[in-house]
């Protein structure tokens, strides 16, 4: 566990000296603060809107630290060549693996209570209303969310050629989740066999992260708390998602031949 | 090489050269008032394809969340042609995505019937759907109490984005004056949707309802209407199948202002007017009466000296 976390730790501090989360951070906080900026028809207490633009972009900007940050671990290491070392340490491909993912959930999970905390404060200081505990549910599913989408961009690292088109894949994929995986199914019901069949399959295959998109709507309408066993059964549900897709890259990885050349 | 660098460098000194050129001739014949609109600038006419998808996330606000997405509306759609198909009844769905469509009018109605439309979602029909909907909004309910006004940023986007939408104008203006007693914000929306359809009759007679019901200017009314009646006379009285309910509602409401204003006759032209033009003539001859003995009335009080 201890090189695990060790791992990690080396995860977390690339992160903090890299630019990206903070150029996220800045053009988030800039484009939401620019948007608040803007009233409409001289009312200052339309908030929603503000809400919204500021939920959509704290969403895509967490994507993309996650997306970028894991899409990258395992390539940067064997490109660098530092992976010999590594496993020669001995640290194991497992090891590699968990500490990789331990390490860019964290650094997603930080920059989660960041944004939400900037949110929180923007939004509450236009409608003098902070339900916290929405923000903290929001936050959690977010985060649990986010660990799936982690895990297949380090399966997909070990998959696909470089980096880049690992992302690109991963975005198509977890974009097409978002918008569409909920309505697979009513579509599949309105097509023939066996397009029916394979389309449902797929449906009940993915892993239906779009629940902690939709949450979104919950706070933009200011609907009450969901009970927190529907909260407990999300985080089962994405951590099963989460450990059946490291396994997976274990088994990839494990068999993979690390050369030199 | 070095030829091959210059070139590009020529070309690039010429695209850099013609672009402030270009920018200004292009302004001033594009005469538009909407030139520096920065979705013009940045979308070009492709911003009108938005303009809708603004309009429905205004409603989805309206309907606090609760709106059934493309899916729900195609699979309402073929429900409802089964059921046509086997001779049934209405469907319960009500055509999800049609009962949605909305007018200034139709919001009124909206209050009425909250919860009537929710059975869009339907059971669940897998575990995967059921818990979903913790995650979802799946109540029914309206904005209210002041709330509505988180609709206009969305309406605004929308009339943005396409100036020449009338309806945008119309509808915001409903929701500004009716709902939110924002008359005068309500006035200059029309007013800026006036300068981008100088021809539009809905524009001149939404301005015309404005002055009459919350300023109390009839004579600023009146003469809204009549230009109003002039427009559709010059635009619509072309068309294969004009717009009669408008013009019947103008004229409706200027006979309206005249009976308040006391000139029965002209009351009395206007609605004989009116019948050509409304869906429900009968209703307009009872009016007619009512005006008619109304005026019946005030020529006999005339004439009866007082003791």
């Known amino acids: 566990m201890n090189t695990v976390l060790a791992l990690a730790g080396v995860v977390i501090k690339e992160m903090y000296r890299r630019k990206d989360f903070y150029v996220l951070f800045v053009l988030t906080a800039l484009l939401t603060l620019l948007t608040g900026s803007t009233t409409f028809f001289n009312d200052d207490k339309i908030v929603g809107y503000l809400k919204e633009i500021c939920l959509l972009l704290i969403w895509v900007a967490t994507l993309v630290i996650a997306l970028t940050t894991s899409a990258r671990q395992i390539p940067a290491e064997r490109e660098s060549r530092t992976i010999f070392p590594l496993l020669a340490k001995p640290v194991t491909r497992l090891q590699v693996v968990l500490g990789k993912f331990f390490g860019c959930w964290l650094v997603a999970g930080f920059t989660i209570v960041l944004f939400y905390i900037f949110f929180g404060v923007v939004t509450g200081a236009r409608e003098h209303h902070w339900p916290w505990l929405q923000y903290v549910q929001a936050a959690w599913l977010h985060w649990m969310m986010l660990g799936v989408v982690i895990g297949m961009s380090l399966l997909g690292s070990l998959v696909f050629s470089a980096p880049s088109v690992n992302v690109t894949i991963m975005f198509i994929i977890v974009g097409g989740i978002l918008t569409l995986g909920e309505h697979l199914h009513k579509v599949a019901l309105r097509m023939t066999e066996p397009s029916q069949s394979i389309l449902s399959a797929l449906y009940f295959l993915i892993p239906h992260v779009e629940w902690a998109f939709k949450f979104r709507d919950l706070i933009l309408f200011d609907q009450p708390l969901i009970p927190w066993s529907a909260v407990g059964v999300a985080t089962v549900y994405w951590g099963a998602y989460t450990a059946a897709l490291l396994l997976a890259a274990w088994l990839v990885f494990r068999r993979k031949t690390l050369t030199l050349g | ?307």
Do not use: C
Not at chain 2, 37 to 47: A, D, L, Q, S, T
Not at chain 2, 55 to 60: F, K, L, M
Not at chain 2, 222 to 242: F, G, I, M, S, T
């Open chain 2, 1 to 307: 090489m070095r030829k091959y660098i210059l070139l590009v460098i020529l070309l690039l000194t010429t695209a850099f050269s013609l672009a402030p050129w270009l920018q200004v001739r292009l302004q001033r014949g594009n005469n538009s008032r909407d030139g520096d609109n920065v979705f013009k600038i940045f979308f070009g006419e492709g911003r009108r394809m938005f303009a809708n998808q603004m309009v429905v996330q205004a409603d989805v606000y309206m309907h606090s969340g609760l709106y059934p997405s493309i899916f729900d509306q195609a699979a309402a759609k073929k429900e409802y042609a089964d059921e046509e198909g086997r001779g049934g009844g209405k469907v319960a769905t009500e055509s999800a995505g049609n009962a949605h469509e909305h007018d200034a009018e139709a919001h009124d109605d909206h209050d009425e019937d909250e919860h009537h439309d929710a059975s869009f979602l339907g059971d669940p029909h897998d575990w995967i759907e059921a818990e979903g909907r913790h995650f979802m909004v799946t109540k029914h309910t309206h904005l209210a109490g002041g709330r509505e006004r988180e609709i206009l940023p969305w309406l605004k986007l929308s009339a943005e984005l396409d100036p020449q939408r009338i309806e945008t104008y119309t509808v915001t203006a409903y929701w500004l004056a009716d709902r939110l007693h924002e008359t005068n914000q309500a006035v200059n929306f029309l007013r800026d949707g006036l300068r981008a359809n100088p021809n539009s009759y809905e524009i001149l007679f939404e301005l015309g309802r404005l002055y009459a019901m919350f300023y109390h200017q009839p004579d600023r009314a009146r003469n809204l209407w009549h230009l109003a009646l002039r427009r559709w006379d010059e635009v619509e009285a072309r068309q294969k199948e004009p717009d009669k309910n408008g013009k019947g509602r103008i004229l409706v409401y200027l006979a309206e202002l005249e009976f308040q204003a006391g000139n029965y006759a002209e009351a009395i032209h206007r609605f004989e007017e009116a019948k050509a033009y409304s869906p429900q003539p009968e209703a307009l001859d009872d009016r007619i009466k009512e005006v008619r003995a109304k005026a019946g009335a005030a020529q006999g009080s005339l004439a009866t000296p007082p003791h």
